[in-house]
């Protein structure tokens, strides 16, 4: 057998010089595993009736943990009894967001040696001086990763991310996640925490709405299964996606990450997505659909965050309560229940769930009021009970840390419990049936929160239920096939990730997601190389959610050298034959939902509309009295939201000004508009001045041109209402979809719900048929 380990070593080592993976080392068992392990790790390699396993805790017999002949559960049962209290706590931790390398300063940082990484001389895929002492003293397995240098490096870091683990303790493999990478764009105009890692050497896709607007679930099953793996190629074993919140609520700022406000498309769209990403096939399957090219899908928002009150959104305290005034709450469970729950696939269910900051306000039968992660009613009752999920559950990230001192200060979001200690939360979360903690590097709030456990209901109770925790964790690593093989080839990942088939895939999903609204006198497509007029935009200074200010700017909104390709471009609107222009949905500085410090200072609530339209908006249908209110910590005085009578202005009020003077500039000659839109929009403030629209969901420029220029028929068909104007969006009910007046344009035609144009008119087929409201 020595001899076989040592032609295989030697076979591989002639593949090293050219494959770059001299950093571990493979075994191949006839019809049965294929063992990776690094020679750095200190462990041996086991030979048991003739085949190969990791002794993975170095104590020279196979455990039933090591043995990958067994069913899962049984591995992860006997490892857990095996885990130390330490140990399954650090299990429960899921890491604060890390940059590969780590960012000098500011969100995802870290050093290297005590320097800052372009001080210290390190390579770009070695570990942290922080990524080493949560790996090793917290005993930390679940980190969560945003931008990474490129694919090879992102699998070295894998590489020395697992060889770290595999020496210590029990040989736990590391667990890898990220947020939605796949986006060509983080936002319409700063980037979140939540898609920090958007675009790179990826493969690129249509935002949840753009997907949405294909009304096409195979698109969306075929996305997960090219998106996983790239994902598995990188790393990545589990995707904090997808976001089926139903989008009820037309000011939520999250909501182009969502598949619109349908609860029959959500529903299909969820269950294709995750389908696409938990199911290997083949060779590839380990067990169950589950294997070597899933990554595991944590679902979120858990009961759905989309129906906050005025569209506030819950990463603040100004935006912690979902409401209810349409008494729907019942329907936004219908994307989880009857999709993400009910897979066509084998893996049966998504296999883990976050709730949502948000407090869903009077929800709970026993009366409390906390937010959703904290609320026995809505995890234990409901999610456990009701609906028999036995999956991960995992906090949104940094519930359990204090708030800011303002409620727009972007800080901890412990809602509902904000007067208890870091340590109480905790306790209250696992009490309520959670099993992890995201955005907790540290261990020590989740020992005493067992101490807690241990006066309360004793040290037997406490421990079942730490491992009860740690089984559903573990699974989540072992059917994966993480504790067999966790390493990468590094050049290979290289040439899969973003590969040809992958981009034109994501690149044909882009065409199909841009619906066209308005082709008057049949306009479109313009297929003659004319002389086309493109306006540079003004992009205002906006702030991003740590606070930090952009400069404002003036420049072209698209890559004329990309325009040159299809049109002649000119500078001077009269040697035009059309002009197109370019804008973005509205938004303001204080996108995260509706509040200002400012007006708080002068004596005011603080609270502020979200306005929907170009134009300075104020808001005279709103609410008399918010439905919800209370802050027992940071400002207890206001007992009432409403911001009935205030005024507010977009920051980019000037995309309309250059579609109005540009219309002027062209006189008789048509204008076309592409609205990149995040949500949804008043189009009436300029609809009637122009000859065509078209909207697209965080895609690129070049799907849209080839629209224009009729490379192809435009497809994609509207996810959500387009209001008329604020008041009917004021008037709507938060939880309930489709309750708004749509805007009527000058051909007659309806934004409504499913509505979308192609060449010949208005699209009727079977999507519409099957998906309508």
């Known amino acids: 057998m020595r001899k076989r380990i040592l032609t295989a070593f030697t076979i591989l080592s002639l593949l090293c010089v050219k494959a770059q993976h001299s950093d571990f080392i493979l075994i191949n068992n006839n019809n049965g595993a294929t063992i990776g392990y690094s020679p750095t790790s200190g462990i041996k390699i086991l030979t048991v009736d003739g085949l190969k396993f990791k002794d993975l805790n170095k104590n020279g017999k196979l455990d039933k943990y090591e043995d990958w002949r067994l069913p899962i559960n049984e591995r992860a049962k006997d490892l857990a ?74 699998a070295k870091w894998n590489n020395q991310m697992q060889a ?37 050497d990826i493969s ?4 949840g709405l753009g997907l949405a607007a294909t009304f096409d679930p195979s698109i969306v099953r075929k996305f997960g299964n090219i998106a996983a793996q790239e994902y598995r190629a990188l790393g990545i074993t589990t995707a904090l996606s997808p976001q089926i919140d139903l989008g009820t609520e037309p000011r939520w700022y999250r909501i182009y990450m969502t598949f619109g406000e349908s609860p029959e498309l959500s529903t299909d ?7 696409g990403f938990q199911t290997s096939f083949g060779k590839d399957e380990i067990a169950d ?4 090219k899933s990554v595991n899908a944590m679902v979120k928002h858990w009961p759905s965050g989309g129906p906050e009150e005025g569209g506030r959104d819950g990463h603040w ?31 049966s269910k998504a296999s883990a769930v976050m709730p949502y900051y948000t407090i869903s306000y009077n929800q709970s039968k026993d009366g409390s009021n906390y937010a959703n992660g904290f609320n026995k009613y809505i995890i234990t009752d409901l999610l456990r009970g009701k609906y028999g999920y036995d999956g991960v559950l995992c906090t949104d990230w940094l519930i359990t840390h204090n708030e800011g001192k303002t409620p727009d200060e972007f800080d901890g979001k412990p809602w509902g419990v904000e007067d208890k200690t870091v340590a109480e939360r905790h306790y209250i979360a696992l009490m309520a049936g959670m099993d992890q903690f995201g955005g907790n590097n540290v261990m020590g709030p989740i020992i005493e929160a067992y101490k807690m456990g241990v006066k309360e209901h004793g040290k037997a109770y406490m421990r079942n239920r730490f491992e009860q925790s740690a089984v559903r964790l573990l699974k989540n690593i072992f059917r994966l096939g993480l504790f067999e093989n966790p390493y990468l080839d590094a050049s290979e990942s290289a040439k899969l990730v973003g590969n040809p088939d992958f981009m034109k895939e994501g690149y044909d999903a882009q065409v199909k997601s841009v619906v066209l609204l308005k082709n008057k006198a049949n306009l479109l497509p313009i297929k003659d190389r004319k002389t086309v007029f493109i306006p540079k935009n003004y992009y205002p200074s906006t702030k991003d959610w740590w ?18 390709k299809y049109y002649n471009v000119t500078e001077d609107p009269k040697k035009a034959d059309f002009s197109i222009v370019f804008i973005s949905s509205p938004y303001s500085n204080n996108d995260g939902g ?73 006189g008789d000659k048509p204008v076309i508009v592409v609205a990149n839109v995040n949500r949804p929009m008043i189009f009436n403030e300029f609809e009637s001045r122009v000859q065509g629209i078209l909207v697209r969901f965080g895609i690129g420029e070049q799907a849209v041109m080839d629209i224009i220029s009729g490379k192809y028929e435009p497809s994609g068909l509207l996810p959500l209402q387009m209001p008329a104007n604020m008041s009917t969006v004021e008037k709507q009910l938060e939880d309930v979809p489709f309750d708004m007046q749509c805007h009527t344009d000058t051909e007659g035609n309806i934004y409504d719900f499913g509505y979308g144009l192609n060449w010949s008119g208005i699209i009727k087929d079977s999507r519409t048929a099957k998906y309508h409201k």
């Open 289 to 292: 659909g589950w294997g070597y």
């Open 269 to 275: 769209m969820a269950r294709a997505y995750i389908d």
């Open 594 to 666: 509706g509040y200002d410090i400012n007006d708080r200072k002068k004596g005011g609530n603080g609270y502020v509309p979200i306005s929907l339209q170009y134009n300075s908006y104020t808001a005279t249908d709103a609410r008399d009295h918010s439905i919800a209110a209370g802050d027992p910590v940071i400002d207890p005085t206001i007992k009432d939201r409403s911001y009935k009578g205030k005024t507010v202005n977009v920051s980019n009020a000037m995309d309309l000004s250059t579609v109005l003077t540009t219309k002027n500039q062209m």
């Open 547 to 564: 606070g930090n200010w952009s400069s404002p700017s003036l420049d072209y909104p698209i890559d004329l050298e990309l325009v040159k």
């Open 81 to 154: 009894q095996k885990m130390s209290l330490e140990q399954i706590a650090g299990l429960m931790l899921y890491s604060i967001h890390q940059a590969i390398p780590s960012n000098d300063s500011g969100f995802g940082s870290g050093k290297y040696n005590g320097k800052p990484f372009s001080l210290s001389g390190a390579q770009p895929w070695a570990l942290s001086d922080e990524q080493k002492t949560f790996l090793k003293d917290d005993n930390l397995r679940h980190v969560l990763i945003t931008s990474v240098k490129s694919p090879e490096v992102a």
């Open 317 to 347: 305290a100004f935006g912690k309560y979902a409401v209810y005034p349409g008494s729907n709450f019942e329907t936004h469970l219908k994307p989880f229940t009857e999709g993400a729950f009910k897979l066509d696939g084998k893996t």
């Open 164 to 200: 770290f683990v595999e020496g210590i303790g029990l040989g736990i493999p590391g667990n890898t996640s990220t947020d939605p990478r796949h986006s060509g764009q983080a936002t319409g105009n700063t980037k979140a925490e939540f898609n920090a890692g958007a675009g790179g």
């Open 204 to 207: 690129i896709w249509p935002d």
